[in-house]
């Protein structure tokens, strides 16, 4: 298993990258928001995951551990296979799939190549458990994900969550506080970070 590559940058195409590993070329299928961030000539990192198939053997990488973990989960889903999962992730950014997971968005989803409404809803019904998980990870400078360690209670994991969804500290407090007033005490995290986002976007 192959978890990480480091190289030289030899040759950026669509749907791939060859990464010159010490002279071995590896082709690495990525989606469109690392392929972006590539330069030929440069030095790369890449997260990688190993698919092992009856005729072959593929790669493929991610700018971060995030995006490699959303991978991951996308293949959970019925009907959705590795180039499925990569056309999410080009047609939506790790922050924009949790913010479109969490609040149910479909259409967001949707917008990704090879999406049809049904597979779409099947996507965010099925991985809205796990958004809450993922937005409650923080970064560190390289990409790789870690976990917060919230000061209290799923308040403060919500609003943790929210700030790494690009929302202010004061807005997402505000916002959390709000909702768990309206929802009442014992409510569970991932529907009080739903119901805050949807109440901030309206």
């Not at 190993?50 to 991978?71: C, H, M, Q």
């Not at 992730?89 to 917008?111: C, F, I, N, P």
């Amino acid at each position: 298993m192959i978890g990480k590559l480091t190289g030289i940058v030899d040759s950026v195409a669509e749907d791939h990258v060859i990464l010159d590993v010490g002279g071995v070329g590896y082709l690495v299928h990525c989606p469109n928001s690392t392929l972006s961030k590539l330069n030929m000539g440069a030095t790369a990192s890449l997260m990688t995951e190993t698919k092992v198939g009856e005729d072959a053997i593929r790669l493929y990488g991610f700018s971060t551990a995030e995006e490699r973990e959303w991978f991951r989960l996308l293949q959970g889903v019925q009907n959705v296979g590795a180039r499925v999962a990569l056309n999410v992730l080009s047609a939506l950014s790790a922050r924009e799939l949790e913010r479109a997971v969490a609040l149910g968005d479909k259409a967001a989803v949707g917008r990704a190549q090879g999406i049809g409404p049904k597979l779409a809803t099947r996507i965010v019904t099925e991985l809205k458990d796990k958004a809450p998980a993922m937005m409650l990870r923080g970064r560190t400078e390289e990409g790789a994900a870690v976990p917060i360690i919230a000061p209290r209670g799923p308040e403060a994991d919500a609003v943790a969550a929210l700030v790494k969804l690009g929302y202010s500290q004061t807005q997402a407090a505000e916002a959390i506080a709000r909702t768990s007033r309206e929802l009442g005490d014992h409510v569970p995290l991932d529907a009080l970070i739903r119901e805050s986002l949807r109440a901030m976007v309206r």
